[in-house]
């Protein structure tokens, strides 16, 4: 056992030992601790250096308010910064590292940053690197140069680069009474509202329910608190309208009464269980919501305030009767309030010395006198700590006079030896949510803190979240909030009793003693008090300035222990009360959330996979997937030793040569139905629809209501009031929604209904020269010669017994067939399709071979419909029909959109033989040095088997009039430059003979 | 935020897609007045209250709702499909809905 370990009490196990390492070095701990408690059982004092200047620092707190103990926790390559150690429960393999030093903690060469300390005060960044360049090392240009090594001295732990590999979920819950916080009131509130038969969910940020019932000396009914919280929560474990979450911190609440938290799952394991994620997301809706937060206690503002060994009073208390460490042997006490007297009498039960208490007020009560003799302890009333001393740990501190009416010191300062120094300056209720819900937050001058606002939602408080610090108050409190918000009538039972140690719950309103040295008001930040008074001079007189100006309380911890006495300096400065200087809204989170817990399911193994019905076959028959949007789609089927460029080169070729198939499932399919179907689609379609003859398809172009393009395919007509619509595959649901939007919104009067159809047919295109061949091998029930199935011509006929629906149009530019049969056939037609090209080299080609061949082509796609291009800008204005109104002809032919200059498709061939890439600038000259004068760039880029050549589609300035001109490509990203030829986007087949064949 | 479409009931908000201010008029489509397409196309209402809004259904049964939305509380005073109350085509144009909004 450690020396600063007691025998007994508080929640560890001391059986059971656990091994971890701190900054390399092994420490054991017991289950129960946090890293914290462990490492403070080992007599470490030193958890982190400051933002700014670097200052050892230690703990502060013991929980989720921690400033300054931040560590990265690592697990295998992935690294987490910037976690309180107050909050990770030790485990046996757990890796931690301190932060924001180097070379080392102990040794830290930026500690110099505190000898000129003035050089980093508030606005610092402001003052010194913006604004106007006056010589080399001033303003902005100075920030730049300066900028890396300030980034790297000043800051915070750093994000790792790993991928994360962990698990996150979503849940979505709902229940009648969602308590938040689990101590007295939190517990009381979860049983009465249980009690009624409400839907309880009880969550609680800490591994351990009970709140201040874990850590305090008193007792409920007769038993100590601990118990009897532990008996409560077993009473609620048992119930199954009861849903407990520990480890879950409510960090949200937004409207209608929906409140998102993160329950940390598995952090405290050293694996996780099977299936269990990370951290779970919790979007939880409640009919009514018990905010039963608890309290802050603030720290006081004094010189060295900030030294290892300086911490909060409740935090030594609870290091001391929850986790059984004592953070030092000769304790001193520094208070404006009563509360720190009863950690004084913990203290000193579990067996430290306890040499002084300082006290601001002049008067104290008998009742604090008494818990000052029952600590063994020196009254020092009317004094104030103006000094503390010792470097990575506290050695001592000096005490003065202190007048508080007036603030000024009196007389001679003494030393006092002590190794901890616990401060209190009384206490703020956590009134996050209750801020993000709604409302303004109300300053009470008695107990010096901002009280919850009036309820703009449906919540009810209890307990010290309202302001009623003491344990009896909570309990009454929480089983009336819990009633009430189960709709439940007041009860007549007895309350438990509660023994407790007195106090008077309103502080004196000091908060900052003004002495010489550095007194911090954000530990997290480095703001002293100075610098908000700096602030104040150079004319800040908005709180939200002031916080903008000096980053106080803009730290990961969101100054949750220093906004109130940042206010506070801030009225004084201003010569006004505090609520005139108003407070900071509190916005959602309350404590940092996992970026993964709020993508979850949408990465990893949760993600939603849309599957072609031939997925599998292409797998069996060694396609290489691509992921699209969140189809896979076959790039390429691969021989064994080809590369990505030879696959589909081969392919294509093989295609243009013989016959090709390739998988077009993803397509857009809507069914277009009704009476009014044909003049919906003249509305949506720059072309007409309604001349066109049943069982034949036609190529159609939609543009957006601005005029400029939105998509194309090609849409058949099965029958007079029956069309089936095929759009691009990535714009398949913004189609929908938009021919949706039309019918609901603005064309209510037609008679038309959309269905989409995509799942409901699979699809297979064949094309080349012998593809009209194969399909007669084994199409029965049509012919497919030229004269039934002419060039866009539809039949219906059957492959291997599956009715099939077939479709003469062409994507590659070969003569084609589009294929289509009910999805749960898919594999079967395109088996049969497969076997009946074998003897005439049909070839199963992917997505880059199909992109080649539409690049040779010139087709567009959503490369070059890019949301920027019109109909002209495409070469597609033969399209725009002149008889009718269409969704997009009023606004497509404005000034800017019909411009000479705007850039448009062109076809690009390298004259130097060498790749091309997509995305590269179009310019006139090259000038590697200095790369300007972009005149457009790629769009699309291939090897073309065709043509022998490197080519490219590319929308260029005015880029018809410049066909048969050279360009260069600029690309200095990958280092390619080099000439181009600029030609017609239609490189192969331009009169497009050989689908017509 | 919640809101109630009259088919499926309360729903959470991400089950529905914002489908602009319910407050624009579609001139004729026919018409080539260009400062009445240019208002549709661009123009919005951003008043601080109550908001004619469309919304659609679209993670449900995907009609288009009228819905008035406060924007400063996200309150929801009103809900009805956008094709009329029985969700079907009865209920006229955008302005005749307009018309009526005055009215
Ligand atoms: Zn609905």
Known sequence: MSPRRTDTGGRVDRLKTIRFTFDGAPYTGHAGDTLASALLAKGVTLYGRSFKYHRPRGLLTAGVEEPNALVTVLKGKVREPNIPATMVEIHDGLVAISQNRFPSLAWDINAVNQLGGKILSAGFYYKTFMGPVFGPLKGTRFWMFCEHFIRRAAGLGSAGSAKDPARYERMNAFCDVLVVGSGPAGLMAAKAAADQGARVMLADLEPLFGGSANWSDETIDGAPAADWARRTVAQLAGRDNVRLLPRTTVWGYYDNNTLAALERVSDHKEQPGKGEPRHRYWAIRAKSVVLATGAFERPLVFPGNDRPGVMLAHAAERYANEFGVLPGERIALFTNNDSAYRAAVALKKAGAAVVAIADVRPELSPEMRKLAAEAEAEIFAGHAVVATEGGKALSGLKLQRFDMTNGTLIGDPRSIHADCLLMSGGWSPTIHLASQAGAKAEWNAARQAFLPPKPTQSWIGAGAFTGSFSTLEALAEGRAAGLAAAGGQSTQSMLPTVEAVPGDPDPAPVFEIRAKGKSFVDFQHDVTAEDVRLAHREGFVSVEHLKRYTTLGMATDQGKSSNVPGLAIMAEALGKPIPEVGTTRFRPPFAPVSIGSLAAERFGDLKPERLTPMHDWHLANGATMYSAGLWYRPMIYGLSGETVEQAYVREAKATRERAGIVDVSTLGKIAVQGPDAALFLDRVYTNMFSTLAVGKARYGLMLREDGLAFDDGTTWRLGEQDFLMTTTTANAGKVMQHLEYFLDVIWPELKVHVTSVTDEWAGAAIGGPKAREILATCVTGTSVDNATLPFMGIVRGEIAGVPVMICRLSFSGEMAFEVYSGAGYGTHVWEALVEAGKPFGLVTYGLEALGTMRIEKGHVTGAEIDGRTTARDLHLDWMLSKKKPFIGSAMMDREGLIASDRLELVGLIALDNRPLNGGAHIVEEVDEANPHGSIGHITACCYSPALGKHIALALVKGGKARQGTRAHVSDSLRNRFGPVEIVSNHFFDPDGSRMHG | ?103
């Not at chain 2, 993670?59 to 109350?85: P, Y």
């Not at chain 2, 085509?89 to 009215?103: I, M, T, V």
């Open chain 2, 1 to 103: 935020m919640l809101i109630t479409c009259p088919y499926c009931g309360p729903r959470d908000v991400i089950e529905f897609t914002y489908q602009g201010d319910g407050n624009r008029e579609r001139p004729d489509p026919a018409s080539q007045n260009f400062e009445a397409w240019n208002a549709y196309v661009y123009d919005r209402l951003n008043p601080a209250g109550d908001h004619n809004e469309i919304w659609q259904h679209s993670g449900g049964c995907r009609t288009h709702l009228k819905v008035v939305r406060n924007t400063l509380t996200h309150e929801i005073s009103s809900v009805a499909f956008m094709r009329g109350d029985h969700g079907r085509g009865d209920h006229g144009s955008a302005a005749r809905r307009k018309a009526e909004d005055k009215s």
